[in-house]
Nanobody, 125 residues
């Protein structure tokens, strides 16, 4: 079973940038889609970005498109989320997820095999 550990969260001013990392262990995630979700207080968990097994295809929610970039490093078994032009409404706990399939389509339906523990991102105005 895969274990996911996120890092890189913190406090940033509006307009700033952060990069989140998700390190996988236990088994390789190279054959699986990976994604980033977030959950703000009082709201449901939502998908932010997804990437297929090879990195050749990505998905972004409308709220982050053009500002966030998801990427993966196969040899390092790590997935990243580069976040730019951050807004106060991006404040949330961000979770890394390993999909149960090879494409990001399943992640949209929350077909997740494993979750990380989450990392808090706070954007001040």
């Amino acid at each position: 079973q895969v274990q996911l550990v996120e890092s890189g969260g913190g406090l940033v001013q509006a307009g700033g940038s952060l990069r989140l990392s998700c390190a996988a262990s236990g088994r390789t995630v190279s054959g699986y889609a990976m994604g980033w979700f977030r959950q703000a207080p009082g709201k449901e968990r939502e998908i932010v970005a997804g990437i297929n097994w090879s990195g050749s295809s990505t998905y972004y929610s409308d709220s982050v498109k053009g500002r966030f970039t998801i990427s993966r490093d196969g040899p390092k078994n790590t997935v990243y989320l580069q976040m730019g032009s951050l807004k106060p409404e991006d404040t949330a706990v961000y979770y890394c997820a390993s999909g149960s399939g090879s494409t990001w389509y399943g992640l949209i339906a929350h077909a997740v095999d494993a979750w990380g523990q989450g990392t808090l991102v706070t954007v001040s105005s």
